[in-house]
């Protein structure tokens, strides 16, 4: 380029006479002296110019060395080599080298390259340190001028190594590195010398200076890298140094856009690579370092790519790469080395605010300063005002003009290699605190009392971030700078800080807690908690969290932000400052796919190491993500995570564990930091025990454990337990988790120990206490009761196994619970929750175990201990008698001892020795008493002690006897003595013979007997008989008293108060069983419930996967059925898919996995699981106040709440049907207070109980003649109450049992009930909905057909009468169309498309299917509408006349006709290619095809069938054949068989000649005709067929079966079941006539004039395009703009057009609210979304980074974002005003403004959202984007429909134009290569080559109906076309080309006074107006003159 450039010059340079050089240096220094820095600079020109005219190479070389040496020596020389066209004339010098040169170290070569040397030196040389030399450089020469001249050079094989040496030693300003190619070339053979060759350079590769000339580089290594293989392997190591070296080398690389050509040879060369191939490791190490940084979108999206396989497997080295990166942190930020600052000047500001300022940055050192250096500083003029510097050792010091003096701040330290963030607040009046505060990671670090800086400065202020004075060695970064006109509280740069590096907005966000991440919430959580009611309500943080305002706009001076563009006159450079532009990978996830991404990575992982990888690519996108961390609560992620996670966990190890607990919130490198940050995350993933119970031994452990890591070890349980757990019910889940036999028996220990661990945590009565009581009395009571019941015999062995199992977790529990008895502060709260010595017993039962025995004893000690009213409490109860019941047969030495403990005067007793309990020893009598009578053979075995445990109490009661006089005092009881006069009477010798007696026992007995009748404290009745007893010989002979051994003493009375007792403990037991098995029940189904909407959660993040998902491969293929939204006058047109192999169904899923669950469950537990509604009360002993049974509220409607919005509340329920064509869907429709629920596969059973429907008994619901589909998945839909515009009582099967209702987002529902009641009670609701939101628009359901009385109440007969008289005036007056008017007859007699057996009916039109043209001047091709169908011939007639005088003969009720004009198998025929019909046809033909000749497969054929055929049908048509082309394509492809008659394979049905082939034009051209002339004017004949007075007209041969007429029979009234399905199959199947709504003659319609025009308008634009002009004038006033007009806003007023707002690029109205309007900014360094109401900003969303918006309805925006995303947002419109309001009309009474909430989020677009077009007729929105395509998306489910694509793969073009016809549905986009139309289902029609004329604006005419569709496109010359579209030039034969055909082109010429218009920017047709506005601001409107 530059040879042909300089050419003039050169020839010019050859004329001039060549003058010898000046030499100024000599042999001297040159002088310093400004009169020789002069002389230098004449010299430096004069040399310039020697070199101009310098031909030969040497003397070139000669004088680039001599200017060098002199920009050495005098450096103010570079400017005059700047001003001498210096730099222009080093770009000539290398261009103009020979372009052939000799072999390598000729002498011509060496001159060539000592040239090329001295160039890139002169130029490093002059650029090194000058600002204005670069800049110039980059601006005036460019690099791409320096690239041009090296490339030839380059391409030599001589010059190349040495030219890229220069190049790169350019880039670093060290020429040490000219040499660094050619030299390493030499050493390649040898890596390892290589290398080490390679180190001798590196002190050269210290920094790049220059990016611009490293690309230059770069562009030329990539082009021979991939050939010289010598070059790729320096280049790499090249590559591996810098991006390990510095932050600023690797900053610069990841802008010069390297990483995507790396990663494609990477990837290129990984199947070929091994696994010692040094270079693919290099360039492994490269791509790691490079991802780390950050990468495109684009490049992110590659990766992913490559990730996953095509067979669904990993790539290891992929994700280890993927893992790498997800590591990445960098924000965007200015990267500043040396002596560079960021400058920011302000004429306004001559001094500090007024009431204080604040700094605040985020700062990241990569080293320190060798000397201190400015960070910031404020100055007027020279000198500082304030100034904030820091230290080589990272201190950051201040320095103020007030104070002359650099105070060193010794706290406030910055820690290299992290971003810190550093405020800076300085008070003006601060007398009490600190005036200078410094605050860092928004912690307050150090404080000074100085004074404000006051002064009067002429100078403007500046305001500098770096340091442009102080040479020094420095490298820090910058994300965010700002400063503020106020101070800022001391808390709120905490709240700041939280926000993070990343955020770098204004802080106007309403909602700024939504960018915290859920470590810094937790962080700023627990401040707020420590700080408590110290921080005062009104303080700024706590502002901050509520919403409110906390810095104005107008309060931040500057803000400095790093931007792709930085706008120079606001933000100067100075010094080497490098803007990086990088993105992290989880913002990259986020644009690309959001977290549905991460989870299905997740799911992919296949192996253990592969799920560990995975894992933490998830939590690092997530961590540091708020919009991740949002997404994945949207899609309830971590529900599908743990559900993933489940099935995987096989695969789970420690690094996954611990991958995955660190991202919840644990620190297994200080354990004392752990806390719970995320709890959404914990408690679905932590807290699913299933999950964790099924991973390997250490991983349960590991998991078990970590609850000490958050209880125990962590500096922070106490916010941890308070803030984070007390509400997730951990102890009832682990109790839940310990039923269930998840966990091995094994692992039950420490599931037990964790529970005692959470329980102490939060020791409360409904946390801890009641829970596990309750669970052991349960589990306890029901084990006795199992035992009890089952014979020895009958019990299996599994059983056993199991029942012991269930004990034994029990026991482990009841001693845990003893365990933190023992702790007094636990203790106190369990007795104050619950009445301890009650609960001993309660525990205890009749039967118990050893050990279970042993821990009640021990409970029993703690209370009796603990209490001097529990020993009371326990005897009032019955407790001592109840004890010696119940323990001597479990007597063993754990139970002596824990029952010698509660004996009073045991030694050792931290309570003394009278703490135990003396009626204790009772029992101990009484044990001993059993004993021996065991002994004495007087009672079984197994109910008494053994013979040691007597010899146990002997032994010890002796012992106690001798030490302890408290329990000698004992024996002051009469009863207690008692016990042992009866013991001792069993071995009495005067009773028993000596040879039964055990010689051991009798003398432990004896002894223990004197001992007590020796004491003192024994009665002398009672002493007498023991001395009686054990010495006999002193009895006197002949006395023998009979003694009563039998027990009987313990007195009958007592007896039966133990009796009583254990009675109501066991009635107790019972109670809470029953609570028990209540809520294990509730949990079961909570648990069955959860897993099916997680299931359906999983099939959702499945499902969004399409042809554009990252993954295109493992998308599955899209099958596609008839949406059943509506659009105009209730047309279906729209498609939506299905997915050909469907994600099993959450139902059966969930259900399974509960199954599995509860099967899981020991038996008695399943019993436990079966419904119970016995109720019996609770025991409250004495203790009223203490109830242990919780009553569990039985909720029957518990598994439908969560499909309620939050803090919605059920009002009723109804089960009905909801019928969907021939198919009926059992559900329950919802009212809640603010929304409707329809939810499918769910009833209510007799009992208002809510169950499966597949589990109802048969009869529960029974419409007759319906195909009821007990669904298993559960589809569940829902609208606002405010979505419901009307509603209308509907007939089935002609019982007025059902209604339809209407919601304004196009959408109804048709649902039946029971009877004719409930649905009554349901309209009755329905009626108060509508009244209530009842709004003064009617254009909130555009172009409905709905009638306006239905939208307000039911359709009764007056209602309906208004309506149809209303339609029929517009009918008439042609305000109405043909399809429009039959439209609403078919709704306003009961037709309905939800119902496939009264679907509207519509007339043939045509009798001409032949012909090659269709010929409409002719009445031949036209149906005779005068007739019905079978009466068309006189054959038909002849015969239907026939029939009838044949059927009155016979006594029947007479018909013409055995078949009807419409039925359900009529609609299923023609709809036979498109489901769900085709579903629909083979259910009614019993799951087949009907046979291939008998299918609707030729129109032609068809239609003669219908109207010739004597043996032929009577069938009308239905609206597709107007509407919807699809319903004639098999484009799901499906085999219907091969023709008999033909021998063609049955497809697409066989179009009419005239249609040439093509769908779309039949139905175009029969829409046609149906609006023609001749049907408009035989029409009526037609309608008193089928609606009016003939409709049983005999004369009129129209007399069908008398079933099918309404009120023939009355269905309620047959009480023969066979016969009532006889007749509801005959109505079924055989058709239904529509209500008669004429009862006389329909009137004829108005035919004058313009068919297409209302009778009142006499020209339209289709009419009389030639007659548009445009208005003379233009708007005037507030119209006009100051830019170009983007968009028109028109407002609505009672359904009329009322206000025209043009509106600039960045704003656009909220319809019918002229006072709002969304407002956005198109610079890249504003990224919010404005609502502004009456010019006042009410609400900001930041973040977003709006391109385009567009709204749906007043209720609905639609944007498109720089971040490829569509966002959909709800418009929560204001309140409204009284009607009664002054002065407001409409929705102008609305006196408070809107906000806006998002509510889908969609993703596709892989680049900028450039345009973006809505309807809500459609519910479809239409976006562009840069990436060449155009995406339909579904408006209601925010769904990916459609892709339209501009361009072909290698060469896409951006969409930036769209528009949609609200009548048709079509849909243009527009790109700089082509218009394209396409249906609302992305069908081409037409394309147009936009080349000759750029296209800047779209809009269609709108109008019910056109003959002549037109499309208006703005221009860049100001013209405007107007087009249609036909297939009129198709050549004969052929299948119809449609392309645009030019209407019209108007061009605008000069506006007012001259001014150029320029562009159409925007245009809107308002009826048969056209509104255009222009790049000039101006708007006109052009009209048609009348």
């Known amino acids: 380029m530059f040879r042909s450039f300089l050419a003039p010059w050169q020839s010019h340079e050859d004329l001039a006479p060549t003058s010898p050089a000046i030499n100024i240096i000599g042999g001297g220094a040159p002088d310093t002296s400004n009169s020789g820095e002069r002389v230098a600079k004449q010299t430096m020109r004069d040399m310039v110019e020697d070199l101009k005219i310098t031909e ?55 001159d060539a390259v000592a040239c090329i040397k001295s160039v890139f030196t002169l130029a490093s040389e002059t650029l090194k340190g000058h600002a204005v030399n670069l800049e110039f450089f980059e601006e005036s020469i460019g690099y791409s001028s320096l690239s041009d001249a090296a490339d030839l050079l380059v391409s030599n094989a001589v010059t190349a190594d040495v030219t890229l040496g220069c190049l790169l030693a350019l880039s670093f300003g060290d020429f040490s590195l000219v040499e660094f190619f050619s030299s390493l070339r030499t050493k390649v053979p040898e890596i390892e010398a290589m290398h080490s060759h390679f180190l001798e350079f590196a002190p050269g590769l210290a920094s790049i200076r220059l990016p611009g000339a490293f690309s230059i580089l770069w562009s030329f290594i990539l082009r021979a890298m991939n050939t010289d293989h010598a070059l790729r392997l320096i280049v790499y190591r090249l590559l591996e140094h810098l991006t390990h070296s510095t932050h600023r080398n690797l900053a610069v690389l990841s802008m010069q856009n390297i990483l995507p050509h790396l990663f494609k040879s990477w990837k290129t060369n990984m199947s070929s690579a091994k696994d010692d191939d040094k270079e693919h490791q290099i360039l492994a190490k490269i791509l790691r370092r490079l991802f780390e940084m950050g990468a495109s979108t684009q490049d992110s999206r590659d990766l992913l790519q490559c990730t996953a396989k095509q067979d669904g497997t990993v790539d290891a080295d992929m994700l280890e790469l993927l893992r790498s990166s997800a590591k990445s942190r960098w924000p965007q930020h200015f990267s500043l080395d040396g002596c560079s600052a960021l400058v920011m000047s ?194 700024q943080l706590k502002k901050a969290i509520r919403g409110d305002s906390i810095i104005s706009d107008s309060s931040i001076i500057f803000r400095v932000v790093p931007q792709p563009h930085n706008k120079k006159d606001q933000i100067v450079t100075r010094g080497d400052v490098f803007t990086v532009c990088c993105q992290s990978l989880d913002l990259a996830v986020w644009k690309i796919g959001g977290a549905a991404s991460l989870l299905r990575l997740v799911a992919l992982a296949q192996t253990p190491h592969e799920l560990s990888r995975a894992l933490s690519i998830f939590s690092d996108c997530l961590r540091n993500s708020w919009q991740n961390s949002d997404d994945m609560e949207r899609l309830h992620g971590y529900d599908v995570l743990a559900s993933t996670l489940r099935a995987r966990s096989h695969l789970i190890n420690m690094t996954s564990f611990e991958t995955l607990f660190e991202f919840l919130g644990l620190n297994f490198r200080s354990p004392d930091l752990s806390t719970v940050v995320n709890t959404i995350a914990y408690k679905a993933v932590a807290l699913d025990f299933e999950l964790w119970s099924k991973t390997s031994a250490d991983v349960q452990r590991a998991h078990l454990e970590h609850f000490a890591f958050l209880l125990r070890a962590s500096r922070y349980r106490q916010f941890t337990i308070k803030m984070r757990l007390s509400k997730l019910g951990i102890v009832r889940k682990l109790l839940f988790a310990i039923q269930s036999v998840w966990y091995p028996q094994e692992s039950i220990p420490l599931v037990v120990n964790t529970l005692v661990l959470v329980a102490q945590s939060s020791f409360t009565a409904e946390e801890a206490i009641k829970p596990i009581v309750s669970y052991i009395a349960a589990t306890l009571a029901e084990e006795s009761r199992s035992s009890s019941s089952s014979s020895p015999r009958s019990t299996t062995s599994r059983r056993r196994l199991l029942q012991s199992n269930t004990r034994d977790k029990a026991e482990q529990v009841l001693e845990g619970l003893v365990s933190m008895m023992r702790i007094p502060s636990l203790y106190s709260k369990l007795a104050g929750t619950l009445p301890m010595p009650r609960i001993c017993l309660l525990l205890l039962g009749d039967h118990p175990s050893v050990h279970i025995a042993c821990q009640v004893l021990g409970m029993l000690g703690l209370s009796l201990k603990a209490s001097v009213s529990s020993g009371k409490n326990f005897e009032l109860a ?62 079984e075995p197994d109910e008494a002690p053994s013979k040691d445990a007597i010899i146990w109490i002997l032994d010890d009661l002796t012992t106690l006897h001798e030490s302890s006089s408290s329990f000698r005092r004992v024996f002051r009881s009469q009863s207690t003595a008692q016990l042992l006069v009866d013991g001792l009477n069993i071995f009495s010798p005067v009773r028993q013979p000596p040879r039964v007696l055990d010689a051991k026992i009798s003398v432990k007995l004896t002894h223990f007997g004197l001992l007590v009748a020796m004491g003192k404290h024994i009665s002398t009745s009672q002493k007498q008989q023991i001395l009686d007893i054990v010495r006999p010989d002193a009895q006197p002979k002949g006395r023998t008293e009979p003694v009563d051994t039998s027990g009987s003493r313990l007195g009958l009375a007592q007896a039966d108060t133990v009796c009583k007792a254990s009675a109501r403990l066991e009635e107790w037991r019972q109670t809470i069983l029953v609570s028990e098995r209540k809520r294990f029940r509730q949990t079961l189904l909570d648990l069955q419930e959860k897993r099916r909407r997680v299931a359906s959660f999983e099939e959702n993040v499945s499902v969004s996967t399409t042809e554009r998902d990252i993954w295109s491969h493992s998308a599955r293929k899209r099958v596609w059925k008839l949406d059943e939204t509506e659009g105009p006058h209730r047309v279906r047109t729209k498609m939506e898919s299905l997915l050909e192999m469907f994600v099993q169904d959450s139902r059966s899923t969930g259900h399974q996995e509960a199954s599995a669950t509860f099967d899981s469950l020991s038996l008695s537990q399943s019993e436990l699981a079966s419904p119970n509604t016995v109720v019996v009360p609770s025991y409250t002993g004495e203790d009223g106040d203490h109830q242990l049974a919780e009553e569990v509220t039985e909720d029957k409607l518990r598994r439908v709440r969560h499909q309620l919005e939050p803090g919605d509340v059920i009002e009723a329920v109804s089960t009905v049907c909801r019928v969907s064509g021939v198919d009926s869907f059992l559900g329950m429709l919802i009212f809640g207070r603010t929304h409707l629920y329809m939810l499918e596969g769910l009833v209510e059973n007799s009992e208002g109980e809510v169950i499966d429907a597949g589990d109802a008994p048969e009869g529960l619901f029974l419409i007759s003649g319906s195909a009821v589909d007990v669904r298993s998945s559960q589809r569940a839909q829902r609208w606002s109450l405010e979505q419901v515009s009307g509603f209308s009582d509907r007939m089935f099967l002609f019982q007025d049992v059902g209604f339809e209702i209407f919601f304004k987002d196009s959408r109804t529902l048709l649902v039946i009930f029971f009877d004719k009641s409930r649905r009554q009670v349901a309209s009755q609701m329905l009626l108060s909905i509508a009244l209530k939101m009842r709004t003064s628009d009617p254009s909130l359901t555009p172009r409905s057909i709905t009638p306006k009385s239905l939208l307000r109440s039911r359709s009764s007969t007056s209602a309906v009468e208004k309506e149809l008289q209303l339609a029929q005036q517009q009918w008439q007056n042609r305000e109405l169309s043909n399809f429009g008017y039959l439209s609403i007859l078919n709704q306003l007699s009961g037709r309905t498309p939800n119902d496939a057996t009264q679907y509207p009916v519509f007339p043939w039109v045509l009798n001409d299917y032949v012909s090659e043209v269709l010929d409409l001047s002719s009445t031949d091709v036209f149906r005779d509408l005068t007739k019905p169908m079978g009466a068309l011939t006189a054959e038909r007639r002849e015969a239907a006349e026939t029939r009838y005088t044949n059927l009155s003969s016979v006594d029947e009720e007479p018909f013409h006709y055995g078949t009807h004009f419409s039925s359900s198998m009529i609609v299923c025929h023609f709809n036979i290619r498109m489901q769900p019909f085709t579903n629909m046809f083979k259910t009614l033909q019993g799951g087949n095809w009907d046979l291939p000749d008998r299918l609707f497969a030729d129109i032609r054929r068809t239609y003669s069938s219908a109207s010739h ?9 239905i609206p597709e054949f107007f509407t919807c082309s699809e319903f004639l394509e098999n484009s799901s492809n499906l085999d219907f068989g091969i023709s008999q008659t033909t021998g063609e394979r049955i497809h697409n049905v066989k179009l009419p000649a005239w249609a040439k082939g093509d769908p779309l034009l039949f139905i175009v051209m029969h829409r046609r005709v149906l609006e023609g002339h001749y049907v408009s004017k035989n029409l009526p004949a037609w309608i008193d067929l089928i609606w009016g007075c003939k409709q049983r007209d005999v004369d009129s041969v129209n007399v069908f079966h008398p079933l099918s007429y309404e009120g023939a029979i009355d269905l309620d009234k047959i009480t023969n079941d066979l016969e009532r399905q006889a007749t509801v199959g005959i109505i079924h199947n055989f058709g239904q006539t529509p209500k008669k709504l004429f009862t006389s003659p329909h009137p004829p319609r108005n035919l004058e004039g313009f068919l297409s025009l209302p009778v009142t308008i006499a020209r339209g634009v289709p009419e009389d395009a030639l007659a548009l002009a445009r208005d003379s004038k233009p708007f005037k006033g507030k119209f006009v703009l100051d830019s170009a007009v983007s968009n028109i806003s028109v407002d609505l007023f009672d359904g009329k057009y009322s206000g025209i707002r043009p509106l600039p690029l960045g704003a656009i109205g909220l319809p019918s609210i002229s006072h709002e309007q969304i407002e956005w900014d198109q610079n890249a360094s504003n990224r919010s979304l404005r609502l502004v109401s009456h010019g006042k900003v009410t609400q900001v969303i930041e973040q977003v980074a709006l391109t385009c918006a567009a709204f749906a309805d007043q209720d ?81 489910r925010g769904s990916y429909r459609h892709s339209i694509w501009h361009g072909n793969e290698s060469l896409r073009a951006e969409v930036y134009l769209s528009a949609i016809n609200e009548s048709t549905g079509y849909i243009a986009t527009c790109s700089v290569s082509h218009l394209m139309l396409h249906t609302i289902n992305a069908r081409p029609i037409a394309r147009l080559n936009t080349a000759r004329a750029l296209i800047t604006s779209l809009a269609f005419h709108e109008r019910e109906y056109s003959h002549l569709d037109i499309l208006a496109t703005g221009h860049d010359d100001g013209s405007i076309t107007l087009w249609t579209w036909n297939a009129d030039g198709t050549p004969a034969g052929m299948q119809a080309q449609w392309e645009f055909v030019e209407v019209r082109r108007m061009n605008s010429g000069q506006g007012v006074s001259d001014v150029t218009l320029g562009s159409v920017t925007a245009l809107k047709f308002i009826g048969e107006r056209l509104c255009a506005g222009y790049a000039s601001g101006l708007t006109y409107m052009w009209t048609i003159p009348t």
């Not at 003009?401 to 290699?417: F, G, N, T």
């Not at 009490?432 to 404080?447: E, K, M, T």
């Open 346 to 539: 302000s004429t306004e500001m001559k001094t500090l605010p007024a009431h204080g300022f604040t700094f605040m940055a985020w700062i990241w050192l990569e080293r320190m300063p060798s000397e201190p250096h400015k960070l910031f500083s404020i100055s007027f003029g020279s000198n500082d005002a304030v100034a904030l510097s820091v230290g080589s050792n990272g201190a950051l010091a201040f320095r103020s003009r007030v104070v002359q003096k650099v105070e060193v701040l010794p706290k406030s330290k910055l820690v290299a290699s992290r971003w810190t963030h550093v405020t800076l607040v300085h008070h003006n009046h601060r007398s009490s605190h600190p005036s200078v505060c410094l605050f860092i990671d928004g912690v307050p670090s150090d404080s000074l009392q100085w004074s404000y800086p006051k002064f009067d400065e002429t100078s403007p202020a500046t305001f500098m971030v770096g340091d442009d004075v102080t040479a020094v060695e420095s490298s820090w970064c910058v994300a965010s700078a700002y400063l503020l006109s106020v101070a800022l509280d001391d808390d709120l740069p905490r709240f700041i800080h939280h926000l993070g590096p990343r955020y770098s907005e204004s802080f106007q966000d309403q909602t700024l807690i939504r960018f915290l991440t859920y470590e810094a919430s937790t962080s700023l959580n627990m401040h707020i908690t420590t700080q408590g009611a110290s921080l005062p309500e009104n303080s």
């Open 878 to 939: 019955s407790g001592w008698g109840i004890l010696k019941t119940v323990l001597p047969p479990v007597w063993d030495r754990s139970v002596h001892d824990a029952a010698l403990d509660i004996l009073p005067g045991r030694s050792g007793d931290r309570f003394g020795e009278d703490s135990g309990s003396p009626q204790m020893v009772s029992v101990f009598l009484f044990a001993l008493y059993q004993g021996l009578s065991i002994e004495n053979n007087n009672a």
């Open 1756 to 1836: 609905t925006l639609a944007t498109g974002s720089s971040d490829n995303i569509v966002r959909v947002w709800r418009v929560n419109q204001g309140q409204v005003a009284p009607s009664g309001f002054v002065g407001a009309s409409g929705r102008s009474r609305r006196h408070a403004s809107s906000t806006l909430s998002m509510t889908h989020l969609l993703r596709g677009h892989t680049e900028r959202v450039a345009c973006i077009a809505t309807s809500r007729t459609w519910s479809v929105i239409v976006s562009g984007s840069e990436d060449g395509s155009a995406i339909v998306w579904d408006l209601n």
């Open 1509 to 1517: 055929d004597i043996r032929g049908d009577v069938r009308e048509l």
């Open 56 to 110: 030969a190479i040497v003397a070139k070389t000669t004088l680039l060395q001599r200017i060098a040496t002199l920009v050495r020596e005098v450096p103010e020389t570079k400017d005059a080599f700047r001003d001498s066209d210096g730099f222009l004339l080093l770009v000539h010098v290398l261009s103009t080298l020979p372009t052939t040169i000799g072999r390598r170290g000729s002498q011509s070569t060496r």
